[in-house]
């Protein structure tokens, strides 16, 4: 069995679930309560663009690495914190957070829905109980040559998200 957690539009997996009925998900579930499958009964595991809006990331992927039957893979993809334009362009939500706290000390927008960023080595911490697998980035769909840019930049910077396959011991 394949399970999406966190499906948003993505029709991925077996099982879809999300917190809010969309087109894609067959289970809604509150994910902060754990995920609603028995223990070990899950091949793989789909998680993209969930762990940023997660406000207790450790707890969600103990959650995965319980669902997951031994050997199972997980697949998880979330923004990048060393991207370049997470400090260029001051339009970005997170950038707009950033200034809205600045401006008045810790009153964070509250329709951000982003709790944090990641780099690998958060990432390797926080997937103790895995063996990672490979780790990825991905760049901006925009055009070949923005995207020819972006992965000439130094450590990664052009990356838009960091994604992780790992396997559960």
């Known amino acids: 069995m394949k399970a999406n957690i966190g499906c948003g539009q993505d029709y991925w997996g077996d099982i879809r679930i999300d917190k809010n009925p969309t087109i894609a998900s067959n289970l809604q579930y509150d994910l902060e309560a754990g995920i609603p499958l028995d223990s070990e009964s899950v091949d793989e595991i789909r998680l993209w663009a969930m762990l940023e809006h997660t406000p207790n990331p450790g707890k969600l992927l103990s959650e995965c690495h319980r669902v997951l039957k031994k050997g199972g893979k997980i697949d998880l993809l979330t923004d990048y914190a060393g991207f370049i334009g997470q400090y260029l362009f001051h339009n970005m939500e997170h950038n707009k957070r950033l200034k809205n706290y600045y401006l008045n000390h810790n009153e964070l927008f509250e329709n ?58």
Not at 137 to 155: A, D, E
């Open 112 to 169: 951000d829905g982003h709790y944090a960023l990641y780099i690998p080595s958060h990432l390797k911490l926080l997937m103790k109980d895995f063996k990672i697998e490979k780790t990825y980035y991905q760049y901006s769909r925009r055009g070949k040559m923005i995207q020819l840019i972006l992965k000439c930049l130094p450590f990664k910077m052009g990356a838009v998200n960091i994604g992780v396959v790992a396997v559960k011991r």
